[in-house]
């Protein structure tokens, strides 16, 4: 089993940052999973926002957030960050961490996986 539990959402204006944590625990999480953040806003699909290889040698972005998202992990504590910077209204979702056993070193939108966290909630106001 795997669990996941993000950590980070709130309330901040546009231009402002905030920074989500994913920590992972359970038997079943080891070294070669990766991990990704997904968020989905009212009335819209959940989509990708950015992941990162088992080694983070690996990384990707969602279009949308390029240049402003940075994702990070350190593989001591099992722990995934994504640091949001510059948010706009658009951003505002829930972000979901998810984890996926690939020991490959290369990650893109296509990030599949069962586990997903619950959830943490992002507010951007204008």
């Known amino acids: 089993q795997v669990q996941l539990a993000e950590s980070g959402g709130g309330l901040v204006q546009t231009g402002g940052s905030l920074r989500l944590s994913c920590a992972a625990s359970?038997?079943?999480?080891?070294?070669?999973?990766?991990m990704a953040w997904f968020r989905q806003a009212p009335g819209k699909e959940r989509e990708f926002v950015a992941a990162?290889?088992?080694?983070?040698?690996?990384?990707a972005y969602a279009d949308s957030v390029k240049g402003r998202f940075t994702i990070s992990r350190d593989l001591f504590t099992k722990t995934a960050f994504l640091e949001m910077d510059d948010l706009k209204p658009e951003d505002a979702a829930v972000y979901y961490c998810?984890?996926?056993?690939?020991?490959?070193?290369?990650?893109?939108?296509?990030?599949?996986?069962?586990?997903w966290g619950q959830g943490t909630q992002v507010t951007v106001s204008s």
């Open positions: 359970g038997r079943g999480f080891n070294a070669y999973y990766a």
């Open positions: 990162i290889s088992f080694n983070a040698v690996g990384i």
């Open positions: 998810k984890a996926d056993y690939n020991p490959r070193p290369k990650v893109d939108a296509t990030f599949e996986g069962y586990y």
